[in-house]
């Protein structure tokens, strides 16, 4: 089997042309192509396929196996690998994943894809729909006990669930390791969470560390960075336009609220290419 290693600000991921590949036991084989000592290495499996639906699909896998919904890093790859490996000649496309339809928008330089801009669709603020067991109409700074101690969270779907925790603290410093587990595994989550940990620099910057379900702690979260400028906004601590600085690099987020759809911009790189065997 034919792959291809991409990453987009180092949130890495395999990825396999399924106009070409079969593969019968994706969750089997993210897990085994994931171990970083022992396969290719990875924060998952990517499968690009053919879509009833839109131009084309995303299915993806975490490094433990389970199955996302959507991954912005992971889009953005598979935008880059549809137009530079000539599965397409457009610079807008339509990627079908478990969190809906996306459409994407490519810069191209010298006939390679440099940036894609994702329309994120609207952020899902209902509680229900994250899902977060939680009895008001959004959760919105409402505290949580994870790992013996008492912090507060706002809740986002973008398509996967994500709760952030806003902090003073340089968030280098944290011990993510520990906390990451206990709001991933949290009884309020039913499926499980995404946990971005984040300190607001100024009114158009945050940083941010993420710790990702199924995965661990990542580089970079594009669907994450996307919450992170939602719960700023909601909470008054940024405007609409946002800079969001992670581990791997920096994406900018722009929450238009006239629209209520969320735009993501950053790039894609390829790393390698290889055979499975």
Known sequence: MKFT??????NDYVYVNCFEETITSPSELAVRISDRHFGV??????MIKPSDKADFEMEMYNADGSRGEMCGNGIRCVAKYVYDYGLTDKTHISVE????IKYLDLTVGDGKVALVRVDMGRPILKPSEIPVLSPGETVLNEPVTAA??????????????????FTDRDVRELPLEEI???FENHEMFPNRINTEFVRVLDRHTAEMRVWERGSGETLACGTGACAVAVACVLNGLTENEV?????????????DQERDTVYMTGPAEVVFEGEWK
């Open 5 to 10: 290693k991409m990453q987009g600000l180092g």
């Open 41 to 46: 290495g990875s924060d998952g499996l990517i």
């Open 97 to 100: 994943t478990l969190g809906g």
């Open 148 to 165: 013996g101690k008492e912090y507060r969270i706002t809740c986002v779907s973008m398509g996967n669930p994500h709760a952030v925790v």
């Open 180 to 182: 990451g587990p206990a």
């Open 243 to 255: 800079t969001v600085k992670l581990l791997g690099g920096d994406l900018k987020i722009e929450w």
